[in-house]
């Protein structure tokens, strides 16, 4: 629906007058600046935590294993004897630990930005909201504005002795009927302002306002999206599962090398040894026999094969919510387009006539009421249009992989 600015704006101020909702200006917010905000939300401060902790696990897995001290005395030997066993990661143990917790965190920060993904999507859809509430605001008020128009003409009529008093009561009715809807839409508006605001951290007491019309999609192709679903942002996180339960096989099997620990014993003042002091060096070999390397190797590999079926079933995912958001998107961009250029114009020219042949005495008010209804209903059916398809247009970018703008 089209509505003059100038027109618009004292009707939603006559709206919140007759709502009692008179409030603080609204803000005035484009989804570009919506958008924009995203990275200042709450939601949005926690996967850069996610990432840190996962970047701090890589700089942990390459810790190497404690070393172990011990004293001990006795009465027949060397006074007190103090040993060390310092364990040596030489087959590559701690490389294959750094691997896999670095494959780990490539997961988190797919995933945060998955979350961000789903993030900027909400707050799109709720942008959308409040515009289309925006609209029924307008929409609604101009209504109830031509019941009141038409009110007048009923009480002018009547005045004059060609109307009756059935026809300034049935046109009082239309006009509370309308301002009854009036209120709500403007209680509704309210309520996408807040859900707008809370998703983005916004003051809850600031109400917001939509600017600009929602972006129903520019022409796009089917097969072009296709093209770009290999970069898709799911795929990516998938493959980077894979690739971490891959690192997890090798990590596993790196285990099954026996570890070497150095060890170090110093007995001092041992009457055994004519009250000398001696030191014993050597290394300890630790041997994983009963570690079950084998059955740990075979659940990793295991896992790693979950995962490469999930990114099987992840690009069948894909494909096929791609091509049922394109058809949605489509089937909204020409239902929208068939009102506004078909439907509006037929009906508003309808609803001038009736009000006009009412008017001058050539039809009854119930004809003339029943066209501004109509009128009215075309109108929210415009503006409910419009909305369904800018949501049509956003669920078709998510599913493209590409961000909302």
Known sequence: ????IGRAHVVIAWVLVVAGTARADPRPV????????????PAAAVSPHEVAAADALVDAAG???NPSLHVSTNRLTARV????????????????????AAREADVVRAEGALALRA????????????ARLDGDVVASSIAAQQAAELGLIARGRQDAGAGADVDVTIAGAAKARADVAAASAVRAQAAAS???AGVLGWPLAQPLRSAGSPDTGSRAELAALSAGLAHHPERTAAAARIAAADAAVLQVKSLAWPSLSLEAEISYDDPTNNDKTDALVGVAIELPVFARIGDR????RATSAVQRARLAVTEGELGAELASAFERWRAAVETLDALEHEVVPAQERAAALSAQAYREGARDLASALQAERDLAAVRAEVNAARADAAVAWEDLQLAAGTDAN
């Open 297 to 300: 190797v075979r659940a990793a």
């Open 119 to 130: 993030l900027r999507h909400r707050v799109a859809l709720a942008w959308i909201t409040l």
């Open 1 to 4: 629906m089209v509505v003059p």
């Open 30 to 41: 484009t989804l570009r600046d919506a958008l924009a905000a995203v990275a200042g939300a």
């Open 63 to 65: 810790a190497w294993p």
């Open 81 to 100: 004897v103090a040993g060390a066993s310092v364990p040596l990661p030489v087959f590559g143990t701690v490389g294959a630990a750094r691997r896999q």
């Open 194 to 196: 807040a859900e707008l």
